[in-house]
């Protein structure tokens, strides 16, 4: 089955503890993004890759980082957790060819 | 700043009802957009794309683009309460997609 996978899909932390949010996906897609989801403003774009070892800044990347070593995995990293990192998470991806994202399951992260 | 700009609703209509969502966005150089629905707690998922001008049906989905306007609309004939969810207008913009905030849309029985 085609899909996007996160894990975890719920997680509680504190401030300061690193946590590092995992997503798959199994089309081949060279296009990998993620987003925060929040009340009153939408989706909004962390972090996107474009392809293996190619990574870009979204509209929201302060205090989050990310990797691509593999076309299929985009990890997100959260070097030290904030409060107000507290948000749902999803990942996307696409053909590059295309545009048309499919997205994860969400991760609700909650740090106190 | 580009922009994709959505009623929030909620926009309610009764079964069997025609909905109509709207969309405006401010990047005239985009060429492709797409409504997503999610329901409350799930994440987006991709209903309908559209590239040129005009109409494009799908099923009960028609979308509808207007670029010298800036203007996306979907239209869901024969609305079911199955369709509540709120409704994602996404624009491209370059290297990603930029997301209006979402109509809510209540279809009651």
């Known amino acids: 089955e085609a899909q996007v996978t996160q894990n975890p899909r719920y997680l509680i932390t504190v401030t300061g503890k690193k946590l590092t949010v995992t997503c798959s996906q199994n089309?081949?897609?060279?296009?990998m993004s993620w987003y925060r989801q929040d009340p009153g403003l939408g989706l909004r774009q962390i972090y996107y890759?474009?392809?293996?070892?190619?990574?870009d800044k979204g509209d929201v990347p302060e205090g989050y980082k990310v990797s691509r070593k593999e076309k299929r995995n985009f990890p997100l990293i959260l070097e030290s957790p904030s409060p107000n990192q507290t948000s749902l998470y999803f990942c996307?991806?696409?053909?590059?060819?295309?545009?048309?994202?499919?997205f994860g399951p969400g991760t609700r992260l909650t740090v106190l | 700043q580009k922009e994709v700009e959505q009623n929030s609703g909620p926009l309610s209509v009764p079964e069997g009802a025609i909905a109509s969502l709207n969309c405006t966005y401010s990047?005239?150089?985009?060429?492709?957009f797409f409504w997503y629905r999610q329901y409350s707690g799930k994440s987006p998922e991709l209903i309908m794309s559209?590239?040129?001008?005009g109409d494009k049906e799908d099923g009960r989905f028609t979308a509808q683009l207007n670029k010298a306007s800036q203007y996306v609309s979907l239209l869901i004939r024969d609305s079911q309460p199955s369709d509540s969810a709120t409704y994602l207008c996404?624009?491209?913009?370059?290297?990603?997609?930029?997301f209006g905030k979402g109509t809510t849309l209540s279809v009651s029985s």
């Open positions: 890759s474009m392809n293996v070892e190619v990574t």
């Open positions: 996307a991806s696409s053909l590059a060819t295309t545009n048309e994202q499919f």
């Open positions: 559209i590239y040129s001008n």
């Open positions: 990047d005239r150089g985009s060429q492709s």
């Open positions: 996404a624009v491209e913009a370059g290297t990603a997609l930029i």
């Open positions: 089309m081949n897609h060279e296009y």
